[in-house]
């Protein structure tokens, strides 16, 4: 199941299909916390930048996300000796970036709207899989070296509903 807060108040569950709504209603009860904090959070910040994610946008906003990224990337691989492949940008659904065994690292394009301590997170999280390709310790240690206020940017991506994982 799957549970959607949009901006202009709209809640969304997607069931699969044959469930029971009965089902669906104690997804929503289980959820209530959640739903009511991302409403919360859009009376709070109507002003926030709203990026839909539509093919359009992609493409209109690619390009500046290409850039921004390769400058950053850059940046922190040679300020801290990072081996990477190759640099793509995308339109995710679900996630901020990723990073493949070969090298190769994925950002999504959103990042653009975000603020420069939580592009620079992403990076430097995609950046450190490089060197420890999981979530231990010493992964976040290695985070912790190019981005010390990992963890409160984690709970404010999080908060406002930015965070996909």
């Known amino acids: 199941m799957k549970l959607a807060?949009?901006?202009d108040g709209r809640v969304v569950v997607i069931t699969p299909m044959g469930s029971y709504e009965r089902l669906a209603e104690r997804f929503v009860h289980e959820k209530?916390?959640?739903l009511?904090?991302?409403l919360n959070f859009?009376?709070?910040h109507p002003q926030q930048p709203t990026v839909r994610g539509t093919k359009q946008d992609y493409l209109k906003h690619k390009q500046a996300a290409v850039a921004l990224l390769t400058q950053k990337v850059e940046h922190f691989s040679k300020a801290f000796g990072f081996q990477y492949r190759r640099i793509?940008?995308?339109?995710q659904k679900t996630r901020w970036g990723s990073c493949?065994?070969?090298?190769?690292?994925?950002?999504n394009y959103r990042i653009l709207f975000l603020s420069e301590e939580a592009q620079d997170y992403i990076v430097a999280?995609?950046?450190c899989h490089l060197k420890e390709f999981n979530h231990s310790k010493k992964f976040w240690h290695y985070v912790?070296?190019?981005?010390?206020n990992h963890k409160q940017i984690r709970r404010e991506l999080k908060r406002s509903g930015l965070m996909f994982q």
């Open 88 to 91: 793509s940008v995308k339109n």
């Open 36 to 38: 009511f904090s991302k």
């Open 5 to 7: 807060v949009y901006r």
């Open 32 to 34: 209530s916390a959640w």
């Open 100 to 107: 493949s065994k070969k090298g190769s690292l994925n950002f």
């Open 42 to 44: 859009f009376q709070e």
């Open 144 to 148: 912790s070296q190019i981005s010390p």
């Open 125 to 127: 999280h995609e950046l």
